[in-house]
RNA sequence: AGGCGCGUAGCUCAGUUGGUUAGAGCGCUACCUUGACACGGUAGAGGUCGAUGGUUCGAAUCCAUUCGCGCCUACCA
């Protein structure tokens, strides 16, 4: 009775949700689990995941994030690293709030109404309903994370550690509060982050207006594109060596409109060329001019609400939305005469980066994060190589973002993430911190536990606390050591910190990766050395996935797929092969359904290869009556012992070529991992299993496997069963599922193939050397026959004899010892083997630089067979040609290194001698065929 | 405005520090259901490496200029 009776198609859907279920349920991959089965022999490996948006679902983005960062922590897991990925989620502050406040818009109420209790409970209430959304899809792509160390940032521990690190940067002053212009959404009613705005490109208008000048017939002429902050200006500048308005300076224009008088000033910040040369300056509503009007001591004036429509200052505009506003200042401003000319004009506009809205500068009292002082050692910790930034050129961007740095304005005007630990007194309005880190939990919601008792000023006891939360990104920039315990000194923190790697997108660099240096090396404990207090030793950025027009993938383009249905149709493994194979680092992916046709084929082929090797273990138990332990007698699976990798026994040709063939995979796998170039190691893996183990080892084993009666050559198929083993553990960091479904089938000592070693890349016995050599010259042999049979258009099913011959005995044995393989590969009745060259009659030829191949069979078209020799020829002759021009250069031979000298050399002899040999079967065939004249030969084709 | 990246076979892309006849996958052509696999096998066709100039014995690779895309950063109204 079959044991391993699969079916003929691989099917992951009946696999995969399996296997990761129980992956999940045996905590594989928490660390301490995985050391009872086998006891980790190198250092930690360590990676927090860039936490997912809590309410969020995966994307491509994800996947690929995943699939790179899994295939890494499997590959060092199996090589016997102590590895922790840590998972977990982001409470994602303004996205998941946008999400709610959708949600309550449905029912046709916003978070007003409700108010902030209220709005919170709903807030943890949509958390729970889809928060475990990610995890479940993390789970069923096979991401190798120890869940049980899963982590979410406002969870109690978590909240306390940014409680601590806002605390500690209050009391050293890095963080502040004041009245600045910061970046404003009039939907979200928040403050944003410069990096929360989106720049966009788009097509307005210039507009020049007149500022009559007080007392005079004069006007100024001011350009704006933004008429509507007209209403705020409280000054017009020109440049103090502008000739033209030096006379102006000091005097005031009368502001159309408001007809309010405002000064002209002088100020450097005015740049003469552009415009008229004469700026309108709007401090309450324009960042330069908020500067300018600091360093002149203006008024700024407010001209908007929150909502951006414009207010009491804007007199008979007051109740108008911004856009309804500059309309009507510009119809006003036309009827009485002071709109001087409107020119079209393209600029970039800020919008908001969760709704999109147009983000309107405002002064505001929020609180900041003073930057230079964190920046610094942040810069030096790469500028000292301490942390790897790879690709390389991002480390550039890295610099040059940080040495530009402005303050950070980290208060939020949202309901949803961490509530600033500051109370505002009543009665003095001094403010007073909190009195340690410490959380509660009330009501299921984490906030500070030590309220001060009475204000740090006047000592009055009407505190409030701070209405705003943080910034998401500040408990993000935490995330690396928070998760790990910080701020205690936990085992965790001691085992895994700093992590090894950190690998996200470039989308992030600023936002997070440079938030988290910053913060990790302020925050860790200042007697740790710097390299201890980093939080990661390298960092990864991936590239983008777009879709198959390159396109980025967008909810509003409508282009995103959905990894979990992709999934679904393909297989997770074949999908992150695919991932993995098109991740040429710095080139961003676009992902077609060809390509994921093709790695479904691969995966496809793995499955039959152990269909076929199944086969045939079932087979020889059945005829011995052993069991496949018993049948492999200890001789599998080439593992490790003892440091020295173990090798088939009673090797042939083909297992000691497939043996190195996995000595240099492995090699190559192991330096493009380490080097980030999943590209290079996926297309090692599918070459190496496709070709070299599937097309021509098994092919070659077959004879042999199959040359006694009943059951497979025991010694031919405990090889091949190694080395396919050994290949489904190359496989596995790449297509976990069908390589653990594959192997369990096989006798195993682990629990999973997780935990079993990674193929050691070594060297191979020294006798085994020439391998690889004989291998190719036999293959080159076959390839030759095979070529002759196909030009010469013999039916494929039909054998026909071959003819091998060559002038070196050694060459002429080594085909000798390959007969039988020859015989069968290139579907040949017999093989003839002969020390000499072969004639040209009575078959057809091919030259190669060491044999000639000849199959005696007359070609029905001589003319097809003379024009390919012809075409061959001329290849040859140039390929003589140019050897021979550069090496009759002495230049060439002085300066050009010696192995490239003589490896022409030896070249060029070979060139030499088929082109003797190709010239003169070729006049031989031509006067055949003079003779044979036969004239419709050569024409008709 | 500055910075980065891309332009190689019909399509999607590789090509480490310059060194054989520039590779892969898909697609295409022809033949083949041969004892795992038609999601397969065998053999093929297909590229003046965006353009120009330079360095070099030798350039897809290095340098300069140029054209066409894409992205990031920036306070020019």
């Not at 391993?4 to 009946?14: F, H, L, M, N, Q």
């Not at 709610?100 to 046709?108: D, I, P, Y």
């Not at 290869?609 to 138990?621: C, Q, V, Y």
């Not at 594959?742 to 193939?753: A, N």
């Amino acid at each position: 009775m079959a044991q391993r009776d699969i079916p003929k198609a691989y099917e992951p859907g009946a696999i995969e949700p399996r296997w990761a279920q129980q992956w999940v349920e045996r905590k594989l991959y928490t660390p301490e689990v995985a050391a009872q089965q086998r006891a980790p022999d190198k250092p930690s490996f360590s990676l927090a995941i860039p936490p997912p948006n809590v309410t969020g679902s995966l994307h491509m983005g994800h996947m690929l994030e995943h699939t790179q960062i899994d295939i890494l922590m499997r590959w060092r897991r199996m090589q016997g690293h102590r590895v922790l990925w840590l998972p977990g989620m982001d409470h994602a502050g303004i996205a998941t709030q946008v999400v709610v406040e959708r949600e309550l818009a449905k029912q046709g109420l916003d978070r007003q109404q409700i108010g902030r209790e209220e709005f919170e409970r709903r807030v943890w209430e949509w958390k729970a309903h889809s928060g475990g959304t990610i995890k479940n899809q993390m789970i069923r792509l096979g991401a190798s994370c120890d869940w049980t160390r899963e982590r979410f940032t406002l969870e109690p521990a978590l909240y306390r550690a940014v409680l601590e690190a806002f605390l500690r940067l209050y009391h050293e002053k890095l963080i502040y509060r004041g009245r600045y212009m910061i970046n404003w959404c009039p939907r979200c009613l928040t403050a944003l982050s410069d990096l929360e705005v989106e720049h966009q490109e788009r097509d307005a208008k210039l507009y020049t207006i007149r500022y009559p000048i007080v007392g005079t017939e004069h006007s100024l002429s001011v350009a704006t594109t933004r008429l509507e902050t007209l209403l705020g200006d409280t000054a017009v500048a020109v440049h103090p060596e502008d000739e033209r308005y030096r006379k102006f300076v000091g005097q005031k224009v009368l502001l159309p409109l408001m007809k309010r008088e405002i000064p002209v000033l002088a100020d450097e910040y005015v740049d003469r060329e552009f415009g008229t040369g004469v700026v309108k300056i709007t401090p309450g509503h324009d960042p330069n001019d908020f500067e300018v009007g600091r360093r002149h001591g203006l008024a700024e004036i407010e001209v908007m609400d929150d909502a951006a429509r414009m207010n009491q200052n804007a007199g008979p505009y007051q109740g108008l939305d911004r856009f309804q506003a500059r309309k009507r200042v510009l119809a006003d401003l036309e009827s009485q005469g002071l709109l001087e000319k409107v020119e079209p004009y393209r600029h970039a506009v800020g919008l908001c980066q969760r709704c999109k809205t147009l983000v309107e500068p405002r002064v505001s009292l929020q609180w900041f994060c003073k930057m230079k002082p964190l920046a610094e050692p942040a810069i030096q910790a790469v500028r000292d190589g301490l942390i790897k930034i790879v690709p390389e050129n991002w480390e550039k961007v890295y610099l040059d973002w940080m040495e530009r740095i402005h303050d950070w304005c980290i208060s939020r005007q949202l309901w949803w993430g961490h509530r600033i630990p500051i109370w505002h007194c009543g009665d003095c309005g001094a403010l007073t911190p909190a009195r340690d880190s410490q959380v509660e939990v009330v009501n299921d919601r984490p906030q500070a536990a030590s309220p001060p008792a009475e204000c740090s000023q006047c000592g009055s006891g009407k505190l409030t606390q701070d209405a705003d939360v943080l910034d998401t990104w500040f408990s993000s920039a935490l995330w690396p050591f928070s998760t790990l315990g910080w701020p205690d000194q936990t085992p965790d923190l001691e085992a895994f910190y700093p992590t090894t790697l950190m690998i996200n997108g470039f989308d992030i660099l600023f936002f997070w990766d440079a938030r988290m240096i910053m913060m990790g090396l302020k925050l860790l404990p200042q007697d740790w050395p710097v390299e201890k207090r980093i939080p990661f030793h390298t960092l990864y950025i991936h590239a983008l996935v777009r879709d198959a027009d390159r396109q980025k993938m967008s909810k509003t383009r409508g282009n995103v797929v959905n990894p979990l249905e992709i999934t679904e149709r393909y297989g997770t493994d074949a999908v992150r092969f695919t991932l993995a194979i098109m991740a040429a680092p710095g080139t961003d992916i676009s992902l077609s359904e060809d390509r994921l046709k093709s790695y479904r084929a691969f995966a496809n082929k793995i499955w039959n290869a152990a269909r076929f090797i199944f086969m045939n273990l079932d087979k020889a138990e059945e005829a011995s009556g052993e069991s496949a332990e018993q049948i492999l007698s200890g001789k599998f699976p080439l593992e490790p012992s003892n440091g020295e990798r173990s090798w088939p026994t009673e090797p042939d040709l083909a297992d000691r070529w497939i043996c190195t063939r996995v000595m240099e995979v492995a090699r190559a796998v192991e330096e493009a991992l380490a080097g980030f170039r999943f590209h290079e190691a996926s297309h090692q893996l599918y070459h190496f299993f496709w070709h070299d183990f599937c097309d021509w080892y098994i092919e070659w084993v077959k004879p042999r496997l199959f040359s006694e009666a009943g059951q497979p050559n025991r010694v031919a198929f405990r090889n091949l069963l190694c080395v396919f083993e050994e290949s489904l553990r190359l496989l596995h960091p790449f297509m976990p599922f069908i390589t653990e479904e594959l192997w369990q089938q096989l006798p195993h000592k682990y629990e999973s193939i997780a935990l079993a070693p990674f193929p050691q890349a070594g060297k191979v016995p020294d006798q085994w050397e020439k391998a690889a050599q004989e291998m190719a010259l036999v293959q080159e042999a076959i390839v030759a026959l095979r070529n002759i049979r196909a030009e010469m258009k013999i039916d494929a099913r039909r054998r026909v004899p071959g003819e091998l011959a060559a002038t070196e005995e050694s060459v002429v044995e080594l085909f000798r010892s390959q007969q039988e393989v020859i015989v069968r590969l290139a579907s040949l009745t017999e093989l003839k083997l002969s020390p000499d060259s072969l004639p040209a009659e009575g078959g057809v030829l091919r030259h190669a630089a060491r044999f000639d191949a000849r199959v005696p069979f007359s070609p029905d078209d001589l003319a097809v067979e003379v024009k390919r020799l012809q075409r061959e020829k001329e290849k040859l002759g140039r390929q003589l040609e140019s050897a021979r021009t550069k090496l009759a250069n002495q230049q060439f031979r002085r300066k050009a290194p010696q192995e490239v000298v003589r490896g022409l050399e030896q070249r060029q002899t070979e060139y030499d001698t088929q082109y003797q040999k190709v010239s003169s079967l070729l006049s031989t065939l031509e006067h055949r065929l003079g003779t044979d004249s036969a004239p419709s030969a050569g024409e008709s084709r």
